[in-house]
Every structure is written in structure tokens, then in C-alpha cells.
Nanobody, 122 residues
Framework: QVQLVESGGGLVQAGGSLRLSCAASGRTFSSYAMGWVRQAPGKEREFVAAISRTSIDRYYEESVKDRFTISRDNAKKTVDLQMNSLKPEDTAVYYC???????????????WGQGTQVTVSS
């Protein structure tokens, strides 16, 4: 089992950058693929990015592919999401999540953080 706590959200102008961090506790962090999922008001949760256990594989949602970068540090038990060139449509609550094996379906993530708000003003 793994517990997740996100940080780094906030308010930023369009075109700006934010870095989200997720700190994990538990002894099995390196056993999980990690992902970021977001949820905008009135919308379903949407996959953003995922990284495999050893960082060999990375998946991105198409709209963020050239702007966001996911990374992890298994020794520190952290996973980060660097977000550049932010757009108003990126506004959402961003969740860190963990799952066995790589995947994009939010329903298949087993463990979730509490979320951090990202607001991008135009």
C-alpha cells in the first residue's frame, strides 16, 4: 500500500509554469507505476501523464504531450509533473495516483492523493 500527498498547485497566468510534486510513503513505492490525473469542474477525471516503475516508459495525454514532463525519484519516493506553457483549459484539481502496470485509464489507479488545485488565468 502507498499513501500519496501532492503539493505545488496554485494560480498562474497563461503561458506560465508550475511544478507539482507528490510524496509517497510506504515501502513499495518502486513497485508502482505512477500517474497524474486531473478533474475540471463538472467534468470526469482525465488522464494526464504516467511513468513506469523504472522511468523507462512515459505516457502523456495528447494535449499536454509537448508541455508537461513527468519524472520520479524512487530513492526519495517522489513523482513530479513539470507543467510549462500552461493554458486556461489546464485548470483542474490534479491528483497523483499509483497503479500496478502502466495505463491511462483513471479507473485502474488503485491509490490516490487528495489533489492540488491548479488555476490558469487568461
Amino acid at each position: 500500500q502507498v499513501q500519496l500527498v501532492e503539493s505545488g498547485g496554485g494560480l498562474v497566468q497563461a503561458g506560465g509554469s508550475l511544478r507539482l510534486s507528490c510524496a509517497a510513503s510506504g515501502r513499495t513505492f518502486s513497485s508502482y507505476a505512477m500517474g497524474w490525473v486531473r478533474q475540471a469542474p463538472g467534468k470526469e477525471r482525465e488522464f494526464v501523464a504516467a511513468i513506469s516503475r523504472t522511468s523507462i516508459d512515459r505516457y502523456y495525454e495528447e494535449s499536454v504531450k509537448d508541455r508537461f514532463t513527468i519524472s520520479r525519484d524512487n530513492a526519495k519516493k517522489t513523482v513530479d509533473l513539470q507543467m510549462n506553457s500552461l493554458k486556461p483549459e489546464d485548470t483542474a484539481v490534479y491528483y497523483c495516483a499509483a497503479r500496478r502496470g502502466m495505463g491511462k485509464d483513471p479507473m485502474e489507479y488503485a491509490y490516490w492523493g487528495q489533489g492540488t488545485q491548479v488555476t490558469v488565468s487568461s
